[in-house]
C-alpha cells in the first residue's frame, strides 16, 4: 500500500513440491532460529482465535480470519472504554505478553534512552527568525523535553509565546504544530493535539496582554492546515469530517467572534493544505491528490472574496503557485516534464509569461523559495540535495557539499525582503548547521549549529553505496559507522526504509542512530524505488504494480552490505514504519532467514483488506499509489501476492516487533494485531513475534524528546537482543 510472475507464486498454499524443494534449508535455518530463540524468555504466547470469515470480491475468496479484531465506533473515535470485550483482552494480552517478553531489556533500554537525552540536553531547536524587527526563537531548556517559543525586540526582555511543558501538564498525550505569529506580529498561534487522534484545537495568544484562547476548540487539521491573512485579522484553517479527512476551509476572526465557510471539498481523494504566499500577497489554498492538483488564491485586502481557480485540476498534472516580482511562479510537471520544471505567470489573468527553469530529467525540483533579491530552489542533482539561487537578471549561484550523504532544508516563513536565505546542512555525522547564503552573492555564514554533547564526528564515518537489484538497478544507501568498523562480516546493522508516495529517506543526523552505533552497529538507509531519492522515475518504480521492487530493492541492500564485509545474514535487523513497515513485512516474508528481526512501527501491513475498505479516510486519496482491488480485478490480485498479512507463510521466522497507536486512523492497531497473530502462528522457528499498542496515542506518539527517545531505545534494545 514486481512483477507479474510474483502473483502467480503466491506464499501462502504454496505447492508440495516447491515445500519439498526447500524443506532442507529451511530445516537448517528452523534450528538456528531454535538456538537463538533460546535468548527470549520463555513464556507463553498469547493465541487469537483464528475465525473463519469468508470475503468475496471480484470472483475471488479470501478469508480473513483475524476480521474480528477490527473496531470501529459509531460514533467518536476508539478509547479504552468502548472496546469490545474480545478487542480489548487481545491488545492486553498482547502489550502483556511483549512487555514481559521485554522486561530483561529494561536496563539497556534505560542506558540507552539516557545516553540519547545526554547528548541532546539543551539543543537549540532552530536559530531565530528575524521579521519587522522581532526576533523569534525556539529552544528545548536545559534538561527539559519539550520546547519553549519566545520572542524580543532588540534589546528587550524575552516574552515567552508557548510553554509546551506547561501545555502538556496532566495530559497523557500532548503534540503542538503549526506555530506562527501574525503578520502585524499581535498575535501568537498554534494546533495542539492532547488526545492523540491528529484532531487539534487552534489556541492564539494576544501578545498585548498575554492572555491565550482556544479559537478552534476541535476537528482542525494543523499539518499545514492553518494561516493567518495577510491583514492578520483572520486565521484560516482547515477542518476534519467524521472521518478524518480534510475537507473544509474556513476562515475565523481573531476575536473568536466570527466563522465562515471558504470552501468545501466533495472528491475523497484530495487532500488540502493552506499557506500564504511569499509576499504576503495571497492566500493558497491547494487541493492535491498524487497524480492532480488545483490552488485557489484569495488576494490580499479581499480576504472574504471567493477563492480563485489558477488552473483547474486535470489527471496527470500537479502544480504549485507562489509569487515572486509581482508575478506568479508555477512549478508543474505539465506536458511530460516529469522531474518539474518553473514557470513564470500574470498574476492577473494566470497566463504562462515565460519558462524561468525548464525541465531537466533527472533533477528534480524539490521546493521553490522566492525572496525579493532571489527565486530558490531546492533540487536533487545525482540524488543530492543542491540549492540554486535565480535572480531578476537571470544570473544563477548552487550550493551544495562535499559529503558522500547530506541533506539540505529550506525553512519556511523566511521574510520575502532578507538579504539572505536561511538553509540547514546536515549529514548522518554532521548536526544541523544554520547557515545563511546571500541571495546576491552566494557568500555563506553558519549562523548556528545544533548542540550535540560528547561528540566528535571524526569518530564516524559516513558512505554513499549502491547496491545492484535483480533488475540491475543501483540502489542507493547511506551507511553510518563508527570509523574504524571492521569489514568482516562481524558487525550487526540495522537497515532503515520507507520506499512509498515519493517520500524520500534523506541522510540526516540522529542521536538515536548514533547511540545504536556507538554500542557497535552500523545504520543504513536503504533508499528503494517508492521514494524520490532519484527523482520521480524512481517513485514511479516503486508505485502500483511495480511496488514489489521497492521490497527486492530493501532485500538487496541488505544482500549486498552482506557480500561487501559490512555485516551478514542473520545479523541485519530491519526497521520501517507506516508504509515502511509494508517495506519490512514484505520483505521478511521474502527472505525471512536473511534479517536477524524485524522492526514494524505503526505498519500499514493489511494492504488487501484496508485498500477494501472504501470508508478508510486515505484510501480513495491513495488509489493511484496501490490501486483499487475493489473494481480492479489485476489491482486486487496484485496487492493479493505482496500484502504482508496474505503472505505470512510456513518459515523460520526472525524475532517481529511491531507497535501501534489505538487511536490511529492511518494505519488501525489491528493491521499488526493480525500480521503478529500470523507469524506466530505459521513460523516455525520458535522465535517471539510481539505488538505493543500505545492507547493513548494514534499514528504519532506525543511530542516530546523523552517520549522519543524511550521508543528508539526500545527498538534498538530488541535489535540488541536479537543478533546477541
Given amino acids: 500500500m514486481g512483477k507479474a510472475d510474483f502473483g502467480r507464486r ?20 528452523a534450528e538456528k532460529a531454535r538456538r537463538l530463540a533460546g535468548r527470549w524468555p520463555a513464556i507463553a504466547a498469547p493465541q487469537p482465535p483464528r475465525i473463519s470469515h469468508e470475503i468475496v470480491q471480484l470472483g475471488r475468496k479470501r478469508d480473513d480470519v483475524y476480521s474480528w479484531m477490527k473496531f470501529i465506533p459509531a460514533k467518536g473515535e476508539r478509547t479504552r472504554t468502548n ?52 526576533t523569534y526563537s525556539s529552544a528545548v531548556p536545559p534538561g527539559a523535553v519539550h520546547a519553549v517559543y519566545s520572542r524580543h525586540k532588540g534589546g528587550g526582555a524575552e516574552e515567552i509565546l508557548l510553554d509546551e511543558a506547561a501545555r502538556a501538564a496532566g495530559q497523557p498525550y500532548f503534540r503542538s504544530t503549526a506555530h506562527q505569529p501574525s503578520p502585524d506580529h499581535r498575535w501568537f498561534v498554534w494546533a495542539e493535539d492532547v488526545i492523540g487522534n491528529d484532531r487539534h484545537r487552534i489556541c492564539i495568544r494576544d501578545n498585548r496582554d498575554g492572555s491565550v484562547r482556544t479559537l478552534v476548540d476541535k476537528d482542525a487539521y494543523g499539518y499545514g492546515g492553518l494561516v493567518f491573512g495577510p491583514s492578520s485579522e483572520w486565521v484560516f484553517w482547515i477542518w476534519r469530517d467524521a472521518r478524518n479527512r480534510p475537507t473544509r476551509l474556513y476562515r475565523t476572526a481573531v476575536d473568536g467572534k466570527a466563522t465562515e465557510l471558504v470552501y468545501e471539498e466533495h ?8 499557506r500564504r504566499t511569499a509576499a504576503d500577497g495571497f492566500v493558497a489554498l491547494t487541493l492535491s491528490g498524487p497524480d492532480t492538483a488545483e490552488v485557489r488564491l484569495i488576494r490580499a485586502g479581499d480576504e472574504s472574496a471567493e477563492p480563485v481557480v489558477v488552473w483547474p485540476r486535470r489527471p496527470g498534472v500537479l502544480y504549485d503557485i507562489d509569487e515572486w516580482e509581482g508575478d506568479l511562479v508555477a512549478t508543474t510537471d505539465a506536458d511530460d516534464a516529469f522531474d518539474g520544471k518553473l514557470l513564470r505567470l500574470d498574476a492577473g489573468d494566470f497566463r504562462v509569461k515565460s519558462v524561468l527553469v525548464p525541465h531537466r530529467p533527472g533533477t528534480p525540483i524539490l521546493s521553490v523559495h522566492p525572496f525579493a533579491r532571489g527565486l530558490v530552489r531546492l533540487e536533487r542533482i545525482d540524488g543530492q540535495h543542491s540549492v540554486a539561487i535565480l535572480r531578476a537578471d537571470g544570473s544563477e549561484s548552487r550550493v551544495a557539499f562535499p559529503d558522500p550523504a547530506y541533506a539540505i532544508e529550506v525553512p519556511a516563513e523566511q521574510s ?60 542507493p544507501i547511506t551507511l553510518l559507522s563508527r570509523r574504524g568498523a571492521p569489514k568482516d562480516g562481524s558487525t550487526p546493522l540495522l537497515q532503515y526504509g520507507y520506499g512509498a508516495y515519493g517520500v524520500p529517506s534523506d541522510p540526516e543526523f540522529s542521536i538515536p542512530a548514533l547511540a545504536l552505533v556507538d554500542r557497535g552497529w552500523r545504520y543504513a538507509i536503504a533508499h528503494v524505488r517508492g521514494g524520490s531519492e532519484k527523482g520521480r522515475r524512481w517513485f514511479l518504480g516503486g508505485r502500483k504494480f511495480t511496488k514489489r521492487n521497492s521490497f527486492t530493492d530493501f532485500v538487496a541492500s541488505a544482500e549486498y552490505l552482506g557480500r561487501e564485509g559490512y555485516t551478514a545474514p542473520g545479523r541485519v535487523v ?24 524485524v522492526i514494524a512501527k505503526v505498519p500499514f501491513v493489511d494492504m488487501l483488506n484496508t485498500m ?9 486519496l491513495f488509489r493511484p499509489d496501490w490501486g483499487d482491488p475493489l473494481a480492479d480485478p489485476a489491482a486486487y490480485d496484485y496487492i493479493a501476492s505482496i500484502s504482508p498479512y496474505e503472505n505470512v507463510r510456513a518459515a523460520a521466522y526472525p524475532p517481529l516487533l511491531c507497535t501501534a497507536g489505538l487511536k490511529d486512523d492511518r494505519v488501525s492497531y489491528w493491521e499488526p494485531a493480525k500480521l503478529v497473530a500470523e507469524v506466530r502462528y505459521r513460523s516455525t522457528s520458535g522465535n517471539p513475534a510481539m505488538l505493543l499498542t500505545n492507547m493513548d496515542s494514534g499514528h504519532q506518539g506525543s511530542g516530546d524528546l523523552k517520549s522519543e527517545y524511550a521508543e528508539a531505545a526500545l527498538f534498538w534494545a530488541f535489535a540488541m537482543r536479537c543478533v546477541g
Fill in 574 to 597: 530491519a526497521f520501517g514504519l507506516s508504509a515502511g513497515g509494508l517495506l519490512v513485512g514484505a520483505s521478511m516474508n521474502i527472505a525471512p532467514t536473511l534479517w536477524g528481526g
Fill in 612 to 620: 477494501s475498505d472504501a470508508s478508510h479516510p486515505l484510501v480513495p
Fill in 83 to 134: 472496546l469490545p470485550k474480545p478487542v480489548a483482552a487481545m491488545l492486553a494480552a498482547e502489550s502483556g505478553y511483549a512487555e514481559a517478553m521485554l522486561e530483561p531489556l529494561a536496563d539497556l533500554r534505560g542506558e540507552l534512552a539516557a545516553a540519547m537525552l545526554a547528548r541532546s540536553a539543551g539543543a537549540i531547536a532552530a536559530p531565530p527568525l528575524e521579521r519587522d524587527g522581532w
Fill in 10 to 29: 503466491r506464499f501462502l498454499g504454496a505447492s508440495v513440491a516447491i515445500a519439498a524443494l526447500v524443506a532442507g534449508p529451511l530445516a537448517r535455518a
Fill in 416 to 475: 520575502y525582503g532578507a538579504a539572505d536565505v536561511l538553509i540547514v546542512h546536515q549529514s548522518p555525522k554532521s548536526p544541523r548547521r544554520w547557515i545563511k547564503v546571500g541571495l546576491s552573492d552566494g557568500r555563506q555564514t553558519v549562523v548556528q549549529q545544533q548542540a550535540v554533547a560528547h561528540f566528535d564526528p571524526d569518530d564516524y564515518e559516513v558512505e554513499r553505496l549502491f547496491a545492484p537489484a535483480p533488475d540491475g538497478e543501483m540502489v
Fill in 267 to 274: 472528491d475523497p481523494a484530495i487532500f488540502m493544505g493552506i
